[in-house]
């Protein structure tokens, strides 16, 4: 039973377009979820989060929106550029219940096209 | 500074024979984890030590798994014996400090069992 989906292995955009990754999550205790990029033959790299008590972060290009009601974040980059062409991994934890472990998705492929 | 450090890169095993893989994390953090991808399963956590401390390692598939962390910069992770079905990417990753602090991923160890 996954408690983090990505159900979109891949997605392709043209450059200068929105990319919109999405994550559904399904354990209510889950209070901070954090985005990872992850390029070919390296280790995935923080790239944003967001607290429960927020519904937007945005940091330049990358904004994350958390809908809690719906149990569902999504990670929009605008403009998408080739260099964002790497797998996202959507991760999940429950900060306050004494633990530090994160649940990941299995991640979404994302092409950017030139 | 340096930031998380595997070794080897990649390892190629035979079927029953033992494996290690070994960690440094980046100085001064407490927290280190294990993780193992795999296309079917995605990124999941194995183990993770507070302070050398193995702290949740409800992750670690079976007997066959063990990891140890001697001292705040070293920590292995072995298989024996190793089968087949072992074979993933493996990630060190660590962190700082308890919640919401970003964990640093090394670049993993990609292991095949033959």
């Known amino acids: 039973d996954q408690q983090v989906k990505q159900n979109s292995p891949s997605l392709s955009v043209q450059e200068g377009r929105i990319s919109i990754l999405n994550c559904d999550y399904t354990?209510?205790?889950?209070?901070?979820f954090l985005w990872y990029k992850k390029y070919p033959a390296e280790g995935p790299t923080f790239l944003i989060s967001i607290s429960s008590i927020k519904d937007k972060n945005e940091d330049g290009r990358f904004t994350v929106f958390l809908n809690k009601s719906a149990k569902h974040l999504s990670l929009h980059i605008v403009p998408s550029q080739p260099g964002d062409s790497a797998v996202y991994f959507c991760a999940a934890s429950d900060s306050q219940g004494g633990s530090e472990k994160l649940v990941f998705g299995k991640g979404t492929k994302l092409t950017v096209n030139p | 500074d340096a930031g998380v450090i595997q070794s080897p890169r990649h390892e190629v095993t035979e079927m029953g024979q033992e494996v290690t893989l070994r960690c440094k994390p980046i100085?001064?953090?407490?927290?280190l984890f294990w993780y193992r991808q795999t296309m079917m399963r995605g990124l999941e956590l194995l183990i993770y030590?507070?302070?050398?401390?193995?702290?949740?390692d409800s992750g670690m598939p079976e007997d066959r798994f063990s990891a140890k962390m001697p001292n705040a910069s070293f920590s292995t992770l072995k298989i024996q014996p190793s089968e087949p079905r072992d074979s993933a990417v493996y990630f060190c990753?660590?962190?700082?400090?308890?919640?919401?602090?970003?964990?640093?991923f090394g670049p993993g160890t990609r292991l095949l069992v033959l």
């Open positions: 990753a660590s962190s700082r400090g308890r919640s919401q602090e970003t964990q640093y």
């Open positions: 100085s001064g953090h407490d927290y």
């Open positions: 030590f507070n302070n050398n401390v193995p702290i949740d």
């Open positions: 354990n209510s205790m889950f209070d901070y």
